[in-house]
């Protein structure tokens, strides 16, 4: 065998040593390539490691059901501070602020904190995400305007977060919702104001100028990434959902609807918005889903509608939708997006959760049970 060996290398006109060397640099380029693909696995989720770990360790301070259960049953709004105070996460920002500011505030410095740590791949869908606290308080500057709110009261409305922050507490003295409109000239939001004023001058509400602000803001989540697109997308048909179901509870027609609803969603293409749009009543729009995956979500809520006639109870099943969908990426992508997803998702639901629980303490006599069951649970 060695000598029919030796023959072949002879006859191939090649030295024993070169042949020899031959086989080192096969060896070493085969060693590179299998180094490669065994690594490549290991590179792509490398980005995500250290942000990952960052909120896999806030994730660990929210409240449990049991931490819930115990808000729930404090017997007014000073003992629900009282016991937010004694978390860390609350504690300093509600030294300074009200308890619905700082539930506001802790939420922007959730989606700030995101933006800051997530991976340059698809870290502009965060910061897109973290734009809500500006949008947030630019409608409560035109719904001030809107009702003539004094300064005093206009400047308690506002999040001392966001890039626009200074700027818009500059217009608490504007004349009106016009003079907002035009005095943020040069920022972001200006043309999509500015191109809604006229139905605001028509109708004199500012839910023309909101929503032109809200499709602004899912426009750009879903040209920000590819990355999670269709979470993305996911998102966007709950808002167009919710938006169609409270437009339907106030007996508004396809072509009050349509301006403000925004396609290329995840299951509700097209032609299936615009037959929901067109639907008489919320009752249709919720029957329209037949065949979707929001078709189950929304049929279950429906006793309670008929009961109270609330849509409340439908835009509670679809948070609660969307925070379980959120959560179960986490569980299915734990070494890359999954768990930055899951976090915001639980945040935005906690602060919610604790919303709800300051309004009805500030009610007297108002009942645990149906606080709980005013509750978003993601079990």
Same mark, same amino acid.
């Given at each position: ?176 919702? *016009?003079? %907002?409109?035009?005095? @943020?000239? #040069?920022?972001? +939001?200006?043309? $999509? /104001?500015? =191109? !809604?004023?006229? &139905? ?82 919320? *009752?249709? %729009?919720?029957?329209? @889903?037949? #065949?979707?995956? +929001?078709?189950? $979500? /929304?049929? =279950? !809520?429906?006793? &309670? ?75």
């Amino acid at each position: 065998m060695a000598d029919e060996i030796a023959t072949l290398i002879s006859s191939a006109g090649l030295t024993n040593e070169t042949f020899l060397v031959l086989c080192v640099i096969a060896v070493i380029v085969i060693g590179a390539i299998v180094v490669i693909i065994t690594s490549r696995p290991i590179l792509d989720i490398y980005p995500y490691l250290t942000p990952s770990a960052s909120v896999r360790a806030r994730k660990g301070r929210l409240f449990d059901e049991k931490q819930l259960s115990e808000i729930v049953e404090t017997n007014n709004v000073h003992e629900f501070e009282n016991y937010l105070k004694g978390v860390p996460d609350y504690a300093d920002v509600l030294e300074e602020y009200p308890v619905d500011k700082a539930l506001d505030i802790q939420c922007a410095d959730t989606y700030e904190f995101v933006a800051r740590i997530a991976p340059k791949e698809i870290r502009s869908s965060f910061v897109v995400m973290s734009k809500k606290t500006d949008i947030n308080n630019i409608k409560s500057l035109l719904t001030a305007k809107e009702v003539g709110l004094t300064e005093e009261e206009t400047e308690d409305l506002l999040i001392p977060r966001g890039v626009l922050y200074e700027d818009l507490r500059s217009l608490i003295d504007a004349d009106g919702v *016009t003079d %907002v409109v035009t005095s @943020l000239d #040069g920022t972001e +939001y200006a043309t $999509v /104001l500015e =191109d !809604a004023l006229p &139905k605001y001058e028509n109708s004199g509400m500012v839910l023309a100028l909101e929503s032109a602000l809200d499709k602004y803001y899912l426009e750009s989540l879903l040209r920000s990434s590819n990355v999670p697109a269709d979470e993305n997308k996911q998102i966007l048909d709950i808002a167009n959902l919710k938006l169609i179901i409270r437009a339907k509870k106030d007996n508004l027609s396809y072509d009050d609807i349509a301006p403000y609803i925004l396609e290329d969603g995840y299951q509700l293409r097209e032609w299936k918005l615009k037959d929901l749009m067109e639907s008489p009543d919320v *009752t249709n %729009v919720i029957s329209g @889903l037949e #065949g979707t995956k +929001y078709s189950d $979500v /929304l049929t =279950d !809520a429906m006793a &309670k509608y008929n009961e109270n006639a609330s849509i409340a109870v439908f835009e509670k099943a679809l948070d609660a939708y969307l925070s379980k969908s959120a959560k179960s990426l986490s569980m299915k992508k734990p070494l890359g997006i999954g768990p930055i997803i899951g976090y915001v998702s639980q945040k935005e639901t906690e602060i919610k959760n604790l919303k709800i629980i300051a309004r009805a303490k500030r009610e007297a006599g108002f009942p645990n049970s149906k606080i709980m069951e005013m509750l978003i649970w993601v079990l």
